[in-house]
T-cell receptor, first 113, second 116 residues
Framework: QKEVEQDPGPLSVPEGAIVSLNCTYS??????FMWYRQYSRKGPELLMY????GNKEDGRFTAQVDKSSKYISLFIRDSQPSDSATYLC?????????????FGTGTRLQVTL | NAGVTQTPKFQVLKTGQSMTLQCAQD?????MYWYRQDPGMGLRLIYY???????DKGEVPNGYNVSRLNKREFSLRLESAAPSQTSVYFC???????????????FGPGTRLTVL
């Protein structure tokens, strides 16, 4: 069983829809939770991160962490065609001096006009 | 400020050939990482270097070697390429956080490698 599970999609939604992306994990030692966005043929770029449980909002994006259920979510409001990308969840069990990330497989999102 | 750069962008190898993937960062980061990305597998850590002069294995190190040439550069070498190493390779860097916590990893544009 993978440490981090993520539905690969693809997920297709119309412009303006609310999108919900989710990951589950098994390692209770994970402390930091991130969402990366990856456009086609590009490297991932950090979208949001949260520490421990709770919600964090940034514009149209909301990240939610429920450590008791080992479940994280990313909500995108008023989705735009420019949001079409692969979204990767990532987590870290911080040890030592290097930040070793564990990634989900990514969910491919397509926002249509 | 170029961030993280990788060369080459594309490469085709025959089984058994060797090659080195180059990575450089201009953000004065201490830590650097090599990942591979495969369909259905996500990004997996191959090797990392917490600081200049140190390297450690990640999740999938077999078949690879790395060199932290200096603070800026971190190379990944395939000594005898195999078709199973066909993948997209990403280099990343982050600042080192001595007191704990986490720092954002910045990724390069990737190298697409095909081994025939």
């Amino acid at each position: 069983q993978k440490e981090v599970e993520q539905d690969p999609g693809p997920l297709s939604v119309p412009e303006g829809a609310i999108v919900s992306l989710n990951c589950t994990y098994s390692n209770s030692a994970f402390q930091y939770f991130m969402w990366y966005r990856q456009y086609s043929r590009k490297g991932p770029e950090l979208l949001m991160y949260t520490y421990s449980s709770g919600n964090k909002e940034d514009g149209r994006f909301t990240a939610q962490v429920d450590k008791s259920s080992k479940y994280i979510s990313l909500f995108i409001r008023d989705s735009q065609p420019s949001d079409s990308a692969t979204y990767l969840c990532a987590m870290i069990d911080y040890t030592g001096t290097a930040s070793k990330l564990t990634f989900g497989t990514g969910t491919r999102l397509q926002v249509t006009l | 400020n170029a961030g993280v750069t990788q060369t080459p962008k594309f490469q085709v190898l025959k089984t058994g050939q060797s090659m080195t993937l180059q990575c450089a960062q201009d953000m004065n980061h201490n830590s650097m990482y090599w990942y591979r990305q495969d369909p259905g597998m996500g990004l997996r850590l191959i090797y990392y270097s917490a600081s200049e002069g140190t390297t450690d294995k990640g999740e999938v190190p077999n078949g690879y070697n790395v060199s932290r040439l200096n603070k800026r550069e971190f190379s990944l070498r395939l000594e005898s390429a195999a078709p199973s190493q066909t993948s997209v390779y990403f280099c990343a860097s982050s600042e080192r956080r001595a007191g704990g916590g986490w720092n954002e990893q910045f990724f390069g544009p990737g190298t697409r490698l095909t081994v025939l």
